[in-house]
């Protein structure tokens, strides 16, 4: 299957700084990205959809300048949490089709991000 | 919005069938998929029904009812294993984007 990437796995930060957090498909393009968030135990949030060469979509109620992303390849697209705060501590994950018709998406391993 | 409702827990047997059910609400809805993930790992893809029936992967199968805007996931043969949350999650007309539902923890029991 399809490979996704994300780096780092874990990281913690102090409250006020910001975080770049990476998505690479590693054996195929995507020229669509998606960026999850997820809360322990809890569904999967569909933050905004990221758009190789193009500003992505995000979903409402999502802060387009706290969350910060640039799909700049076809094959990296990053998420900036900007000004991180301790409610911003989640789970993020991201994902890709493999094309356009799939109806497989292919999601990274996530990274915990943990806002002190 | 969207709307996709699953029950929150359920526990089954080793060796046992479980059913998994989703209810769901969506303007221009494309197909129904279902995900599992495991404690802290990534949600995997398991099935994906675009009409009406029953799609048999393994030991997984999924249906769908569109009229009823309704579908399950049945496990068979269920292993320690398949001790996981699973989702099912709509795909809307015209995006490639999905909306996951609530989740259903499954804990399997020897």
């Known amino acids: 299957g399809a490979v996704v990437s994300q780096h780092p796995s874990r990281v913690i930060c102090k409250s006020g700084t910001s975080v770049k957090i990476e998505c690479r498909s590693l054996?195929?393009?995507?020229?669509?990205m998606f960026w999850y968030r997820q809360f322990p135990k809890k569904s999967l949030m569909l933050m905004a959809t990221?758009?190789?060469?193009?500003?992505?979509?995000?979903e409402q109620g999502v802060e387009k300048d706290k969350f910060l992303i640039n799909h700049a390849s076809l094959t990296l697209s990053t998420l900036t949490v900007t000004s991180a705060h301790p409610e911003d501590s989640s789970f993020y994950i991201c994902?890709?089709?493999?094309?356009?018709?799939?109806?497989?998406?292919?999601f990274g391993p996530g990274t915990r991000l943990t806002v002190t | 919005g969207q709307s996709l409702e699953q029950p929150s827990e359920v526990t089954a047997v080793e060796g046992a069938i479980v059913q998994i059910n989703c209810t769901y609400q969506t303007s221009g809805f494309y197909g129904l998929s279902w995900y599992q993930q495991h404690d802290g790992g990534a949600p995997t893809f398991l099935s994906y029904?675009?009409?009406?029936g029953l799609e048999e992967t393994g030991r997984f199968s999924s249906f769908l009812s569109r009229s009823d805007s309704y579908g399950y996931l049945l496990l068979q043969e269920l292993q320690m294993k398949d001790s996981a949350s699973y989702f099912c999650a709509v795909r809307q007309t015209g995006a490639n984007n999905l909306f996951f539902g609530t989740g259903t923890r499954l804990t399997v029991i020897p």
């Open positions: 029904n675009g009409l009406d």
């Open positions: 990221s758009n190789e060469g193009s500003k992505a979509t995000y």
């Open positions: 054996d195929f393009q995507a020229t669509t």
């Open positions: 994902s890709a089709n493999r094309g356009d018709s799939s109806y497989e998406q292919y």
